[in-house]
């Protein structure tokens, strides 16, 4: 008997996969929480570059677009998809942008499609539709960067709405932006944000959205609770990737200076960052910087944490710390808060929509003096947290029961 329930077909460009199981966990999780109220169909697009004669072959055997299934549940269905796409066509659209640009110096616009290649994408994601074998009623693009023009082509396709949110950091303004992308932003439904900092980033690109609903970023409140595990020294932690956005340099900074200023002891941890394949960098020289610091032997490595042992990682903690130049709406934060953690961090943006004196504190982008300050102002006791507190006011906000009836409500507006 067919399902009853409305089907939705997420695009994404991170997901978690044998080689990777990290990238993207938190979309699992999110898709996981969508499939209990719609039938769900996740696909993981990538884009592949081939010469055009093996191409020619590919198109000829089937085989340019690559639909391999990675998961399978009752109602949500996981894929992992590489669209094969000949260099020649690469090369000749770049010359175009570039042309094109100089030409006519487009506002904004860092780069321009041919007809010829939106044709390609165009017929490639309607072949896309077919091997699907099924009707969607809404298209969901999560991270629009990597997915909106892949969105906006597969709603066409389906002839329904799309929506889209956006969790990487924007480009500058008139360097990168892809006058494609602009148009697929511009053309979804509903723009979803996960923070304020991020509806700035978008709106400094020029693009003009036709709505745009505040969600911020979901946290599995049944998982990640406020239930202590007794230690004797305060001990803070920070669970990031090694990239320069995480900022690491001024973390060791800020526990160099706290190594310095505190009568207290501490113990630190550091978790996650050799966990992210090809995002983290550098990996060997960062312990090496650790094991050069003075507060090495007080520091605890973890280079990889699996999702299933990470609540547990954020109840042996005191405080959460985070030094980074740039986010979103930062995932690790987030869950350290749900496990009633303040958090100290940098204004790197997200943070700051709901981290207020009772959750924690909030310095400059490099402000190690003021953290590190900070950090030994709690050793010493001089400000103080409480744990339920902190995990009432985020569940209450980015819990699951608050993230969905946010989420269903601006899907059930499009879809009923």
Known sequence: MPSSRKSILVTVSWYPTKENPIAGSFFKEQCQLLARDYDITVVKLNPGTVLGVKYLLK?????????????????????????????????ANNIHSRVAIKRNGIAGIGSVDTEGDKKFWRKHMERLGKLLEKKFDLVYGLSAQGTAVYAMLLAETFGVPYILSEHSPFMIPGTALNDTFKMAMERADVFLAISNDKIRQVLMQNIHLKSIEYIGNMVDDDKFRFD?????????????????????????????????????????????????????????????????????????????????????????????????????????????????????????????????????????????????????MFLEGEISFDGDHIHETVAGRFGKDAFMTKLTGIIGSLIG
Do not use: W
């Open 228 to 376: 202590p595990v007794p230690h004797e020294d305060k001990t803070f932690l920070i669970v990031a990737a090694h990239s320069f956005y995480k900022n690491y340099d001024l973390f060791i900074k800020t526990m160099n200076r706290l190594s310095e200023i505190s009568r207290k002891p501490f113990r630190v941890i550091i978790a996650g960052y050799g966990a992210n394949k090809g995002y983290s960098q550098n990996v060997d020289e960062f312990v090496k910087q650790i094991e050069g610091s003075k507060f090495s032997d007080k520091v605890e490595m973890i280079p990889s944490v699996s999702r299933e042992e990470i609540p547990a990682l954020y109840n042996r903690a005191d405080a959460f710390v985070m030094t980074s130049i740039q986010e979103g709406q930062p995932v690790a934060p987030l869950e350290a808060s749900c496990s009633g953690l303040p958090v100290f961090s940098t204004r790197c943006g997200g943070v700051e929509d709901y981290v207020d004196g009772s959750l924690g504190r909030i310095v400059g982008i490099l402000d190690h003096e003021g953290l590190a300050s900070y950090l030994n």
């Open 59 to 91: 198109r000829i055997g089937g085989k340019d677009i690559s639909l391999v299934n990675i998961g399978e549940s009752e109602s949500l269905h996981e894929y992992e998809c590489v669209v094969y796409r000949p260099v020649e066509l690469a090369v």
